[in-house]
């Protein structure tokens, strides 16, 4: 019987993501077009005999508490299944950390679908998701990974057939943007911080109004209603529109996958980051045919058509940006190898 398993956890990139509204409870309502691609995270998980949860890190300054979600994950599994003894894992981190890449969510989903196999347990769907949904809004989909349409508060999680390729030019600056600081400010922006703003999630695409139930998001709306703001020529928000890169998806159709893609929350984390728009003006000047942020940033998104268009462009990179984290990846389409 094994008593140790190893996992990988891949990080993610949005290849779309629009805000559809603000739930009475405080939660986001999104659309995303989420893609698993080839950053990993290796983790160890070992059976201990002595009760508790410990967790090791190749990086002293991440967290090794309940602070992890690793950590929380693994005590939410063993109380809820009431496994003996304790577990010791390891983490060997290579995806950025808070640069909208879903790491912690990846390592989250690689514990949970590591403790169901270490122990034998046979979750069901259901199960591994309601797991997720309690302890992040990405972890269902790092449970999969490969190409989704997500939607609710990342829970409604639908496949995709795989991603038209592509290789890319990551840039993450020497700093993180916490999450929250970033949707309390597009909620700032859009006028959704009152406590009677409310939006539905399946309203046709125009700005959410204050306290009108029936209007949403930011998808397509009219110009005159966006902010204006210092970033807003390098934002890829106007554009945006998941329902047309889902059909683009489904088609294996690259450029109306691109011609619709963007990111609602890119005014608000420009407008706080001005570097941001630079590199993202930088990529586009060197050889990307799309850029783009993923998550609430900061991490910068290069798309190339090939990995030795990335790769060259990645050596300039370096030069240029030299204490940024600057790596070429590729997606990940089978959800069956996001598994192993």
Request: charged fraction near 25%.
């Amino acid at each position: 019987m094994t008593d140790m398993i190893e996992k990988t956890a891949y990080a993610k990139i949005n290849l779309g993501l629009d805000i559809t509204g603000k739930r009475p409870d405080g939660y986001h309502e999104i659309r995303s077009i989420m893609q698993t691609v080839d950053i990993t995270d290796r983790i160890t998980l070992s059976k201990s005999e002595m009760p508790g949860i410990t967790l090791t890190a190749n990086y002293s300054w991440l967290p090794t508490d309940s602070r992890n979600l690793m950590v929380k994950a693994a005590e939410v599994m063993f109380e809820r299944l009431m496994l003996p003894g304790g577990l010791r894992m390891t983490l060997e981190k290579a995806i950025p950390v808070g640069g909208g890449m879903a790491g912690g969510s990846a390592d989250c989903a690689a514990v949970i679908n590591g403790i169901a196999e270490l122990y034998h347990i046979r979750l069901t769907k259901a199960e591994k998701e309601e797991l997720a949904a309690g302890l992040g809004a990405d972890v269902g989909f790092c449970l999969y990974g490969g190409t989704m349409l997500c939607e609710g508060i990342g829970e409604k999680m639908t496949a995709l057939p795989a991603c038209p390729d592509f290789s890319v030019l990551i840039i993450k600056p020497p700093f993180s943007v916490p999450t929250k600081e970033i949707y309390k400010g597009f909620d700032e922006m859009y006028g959704l911080d009152s406590p009677t703003a409310v939006c539905s999630t399946d309203s046709p695409a125009s700005v959410c109004s204050t306290g009108n139930p029936s209007s949403v998001s930011t998808t397509g709306g009219p110009a005159a209603a966006r902010p204006k703001d210092v970033s807003s020529e390098i934002s890829s928000s106007d554009l945006l529109d998941i329902s047309a890169q889902v059909e683009a998806i489904r088609a294996g159709d690259r450029k109306a996958l691109f011609a619709a893609a963007g990111n609602a929350l890119e005014p608000v984390t420009f407008a706080l980051h001005p570097s941001l728009p630079e590199i993202k003006r930088y990529l586009l000047e060197n050889g990307a045919f799309y850029a783009m942020m993923s998550g609430s940033g900061p991490t910068m998104l290069g798309f190339y058509e090939s990995r030795e268009k990335a790769e060259n462009a990645c050596r300039r990179a370096r030069r240029k940006y030299k204490n940024h984290t600057v790596r070429v990846c590729r997606p990940v389409n089978l959800q069956e190898e996001v598994q192993k």
